[in-house]
């Protein structure tokens, strides 16, 4: 097992699993948005912070490049797939950043 960033010409991701019509399911970006790809998931970025207290201005910059255009269009470019832009505004409403 290898998560979708380590793909290379040598580490292949493969269709596994089994839908309900029984077929096999494609490592493929709508699939692991839905759940429906068996070894897809999130990858979290945790800061230590008071919920309800500002971010330091480093941590608040950090956190808004990430969830930008720009920064997940780096997450891209290094081989992983971006959060959607309505979990991106999420994330950044719930640590008081938009």
């Known amino acids: 097992y290898s ?6 010409a040598d580490v292949l991701a493969i269709p ?16 692991a948005y839905s759940g429906a790809y ?8 945790s800061v230590n912070y ?3 207290s500002e971010l330091e201005p480093l941590r608040r910059e950090f956190l808004k490049y990430v969830l930008s255009a720009t920064g ?3 997450v891209l470019k290094d081989g992983y ?8 505004q999420k994330s950044l409403i719930s640590i008081g950043v938009e």
């Open 3 to 8: 998560g979708i960033g380590y793909k290379t």
């Open 16 to 31: 596994i699993g089994a839908s309900v019509d029984g077929e096999l399911i494609a490592p493929e970006a709508p699939n």
């Open 38 to 45: 068996p070894l897809s998931r999130f990858l979290y970025l």
């Open 50 to 52: 008071k919920p309800g």
């Open 72 to 74: 997940q269009g780096d």
């Open 81 to 88: 797939l971006p959060v959607t832009q309505k979990i991106a």
